[in-house]
């Protein structure tokens, strides 16, 4: 009941990609017609070629000569070709679009998905819907949509022309029918279990090399390469195995056609030899007989040998809906209150969350945030630091109480102004495979290349970019693999300030930043977000201390807040991490080392 529900869902679905090409299809479909009548006329010429003529002996009949008949038989050759490339070409065009029309879909469906889908789908997994499963429905529409009626119409009509000639040869041709339905039946049956596996090890297959080529430098570090090829080879294994069965049985199916069909070719010359039920037919009916059988198999043998293609299509067509129909982690980056200006004033109203609906990370926080004040976030690991800021960025919504940005509770805000006017870096910035200066423009036109040359003075990042063969217009290698953490974090930073954000969110952003070039950086920190909300995240401890307020974090509370002079004198938990920070320090640098940290020395 569950197979049938889900297979009448997907039929639905296929219906719906269908409906847009509905014109195309009728036409292509109306010259498939015409081209099948040709290839049943075609036999027709021949038999009276044999019968009126060559048997005969005689050149001419009733004013038609032989060499009419052959011209007419070129004809319908040349016209029949020329209207089957119109119609493959006319697929291949529908099936192109198809590709294009689905790939920007589900692209831009990826693109307006909120961080909680992301979080529980894999990018191997969205890469092979996008890749693999579109290219699936893409040969369904080139190989089957309009084959599959031009076949059945052929099947028709050759059934029609049989029968008109000799109801005793066509019945005693339809005997292996029935043979032909049940071997079909049996065999495709097993074949649709098998490919629906098969889809499921390429998925496994696919999202396993993505991962393990993205993350090639984890697995060096660890020394699990022989583990990954062991991985690998199970999975690569399991694929063949599926493909090697279905493979057999793909073959087996059209070898029980051939013997079928020439079978049925047989049973048509014994007939007429024997005289069996009275059948006596000439030469050329013989040939129009035996030809029919054999382009009858063709169209057949089509529709079995695209069982595949269906099939493939119809998990595809699931798997690529199982996506699309996700409507509710749709983003609406055009609903709310659109801000031209934001002055950076946040607030958090007895703010509760949780990712799982079930285990708070934030339990009743409260806190405020002026117009250009500089805070930091401190806390051990999962105290909830990094969930505020993603918050404040709405990338995910709250369960209990308010977040305030100018006095605006935050789910009024227009998503897109909203996140234009915060900019944030994180410890591992991406670097796209592109241009250092798209790299920093990231498609928005309206920054000028002087602009993104004063991002990249702003950055410390000068000396870095001249140094390139390109400049600027170098080309980045994937994830930036060609520059060191170091570098993609001074890029970090020249994108956020070439954007120019209201609200500054800094995630342990100067960690792989030596100390002097880090305090060139927060010298342009400070001079750009004089007048702008700072937030920070950082281990180094040291690194915050002249913020304007710490908010201490233990547990998903909020424990403690003030200036770093202020903690200190009460001697609480976060005193405690400072001290502990500092003697952590102290054991790796000896008793006798020195450490600065801006203008800290420790």
Same mark, same amino acid.
């Given at each position: ?15 719906? =990609? ?51 008949? @052959?011209?007419?038989?070129? *004809? ?46 894999? *990018? @191997? ?12 429905? #893409? ?35 339809? $005997? ?53 090829? *062991? ?5 690569? !294994? ?28 047989? %049973?048509?010359?014994?007939? /007429? =030899? ?29 529709? $079995?040998? +695209? ?16 996506? %699309? ?9 055009? !609903? ?22 079930? +285990? ?5 926080? #409260? ?16 105290? @909830?630091?990094?969930?505020?800021? +993603? ?11 308010? $977040? ?10 227009? $998503?897109? /102004? ?34 993104? &040359? ?5 950055? #410390? ?44 969110? %800094? ?21 750009? #977000? *004089? ?39 009460? @001697? ?8 502990? &920070? &500092? ?20």
């Amino acid at each position: 009941m569950k197979g049938k529900k889900q297979r009448d869902k997907t039929i639905k679905q296929m219906a719906e =990609m269908i409906r847009p090409y509905l014109k195309i299809i009728v036409i292509v479909t109306l010259i498939s017609f015409m081209v099948n009548i040709g290839e049943i006329v075609k036999p027709y010429f021949i038999k009276v070629a044999i019968d009126d003529y060559m048997s005969k002996g005689i050149w001419e009949n009733a004013g038609i000569t032989i060499g009419m008949i @052959g011209a007419a038989y070129l *004809a319908i050759v040349v016209i029949g070709n020329i209207l089957n490339f119109i119609a493959d070409t006319t697929t291949n065009m529908m099936g192109e679009n198809v590709v294009y029309n689905l790939r920007n879909k589900l692209y831009q469906f990826i693109q307006f998905a909120n961080i909680p889908f992301h979080d529980k789908t894999s *990018a @191997g997994k969205l890469f092979v819907r996008t890749t693999n499963d579109v290219e699936d429905i #893409s040969t369904f529409f080139k190989e089957v949509v309009t084959e599959y009626l031009k076949d059945v119409i052929l099947i028709v009509v050759i059934l029609a022309m049989m029968l008109y000639m000799s109801i005793q040869m066509s019945l005693l041709s339809f $005997i292996i029918v029935p043979f032909i339905v049940v071997s079909s039946i049996v065999i495709t049956t097993i074949l649709k279990k098998i490919y629906e596996k098969s889809k499921v090890i390429r998925t496994n297959v696919n999202t396993f090399l993505a991962e393990s080529i993205y993350g090639i430098k984890i697995i060096k570090i660890f020394n699990r390469q022989k583990e990954k090829q *062991a991985e690998c080879e199970e999975l690569n !294994k399991q694929f063949r195995d599926s493909k090697l069965m279905a493979g057999i049985l793909e073959g087996l199916l059209p070898a029980i056609m051939i013997i079928l069909e020439n079978l049925g070719i047989s %049973l048509i010359i014994w007939a /007429s =030899m024997e005289h069996w039920l009275g059948i006596h037919l000439e030469v050329g009916v013989i040939f129009m007989f035996v030809t029919y059988i054999k382009k009858i198999f063709e169209p057949i043998n089509n529709i $079995i040998e +695209n069982i595949e293609v269906v099939q493939e299509a119809m998990v595809s067509v699931n798997r690529i809906y199982e996506i %699309l129909d996700q409507t509710p982690y749709q983003e609406d980056l055009e !609903k709310g209150r659109k801000l031209d200006k934001i002055e950076g004033r946040i607030e958090f109203k007895h703010v509760w969350f949780s990712y799982d609906n079930e +285990n708070w990370i934030l339990k009743d926080v #409260s806190f405020v945030i002026e117009p250009g004040q500089s805070i930091a976030l401190v806390g051990k690991t999962g105290s @909830g630091k990094t969930t505020i800021t +993603n918050l404040i960025n709405r990338f995910y919504e709250i369960q209990k109480g308010e $977040i305030l940005i100018d006095g605006v509770n935050i789910q009024e805000i227009n $998503i897109r /102004s909203l996140r234009k006017k915060i900019g944030i870096i994180l410890q591992d910035p991406f670097i796209f495979a592109t241009d250092i200066r798209e790299n920093i423009r990231l498609g928005d036109t309206n920054i000028s290349d002087e602009q993104v &040359y004063e991002a990249i003075r702003l950055s #410390s990042a000068e000396e870095f970019v001249n140094s390139l063969p390109n400049g600027m217009y170098e080309v980045a290698k994937e994830r930036g693999t060609s520059y060191s953490a170091g570098e993609k974090q001074l890029l970090a930073f020249a994108r956020i300030f070439a954007h120019n954000p209201s609200i500054f969110i %800094l995630d342990e952003a100067t960690a792989n930043i030596d100390t002097t070039t880090e305090k060139l950086i927060q010298k342009s920190i400070d001079k750009i #977000s *004089a007048q702008k909300t700072s937030i920070f995240i950082a281990h180094r401890l040291a690194t915050i201390v002249n913020v304007d307020k710490i908010i201490v974090l233990n547990k998903g509370e909020i424990v403690e807040s003030g200036s770093h002079n202020e903690l200190m004198q009460t @001697g609480g938990y976060y005193s405690q991490l400072y001290n502990s &920070y &500092y003697e952590s320090l102290t054991r790796i640098m000896g008793s006798s080392g020195t450490v600065l940290f801006g203008d800290v020395t420790i």
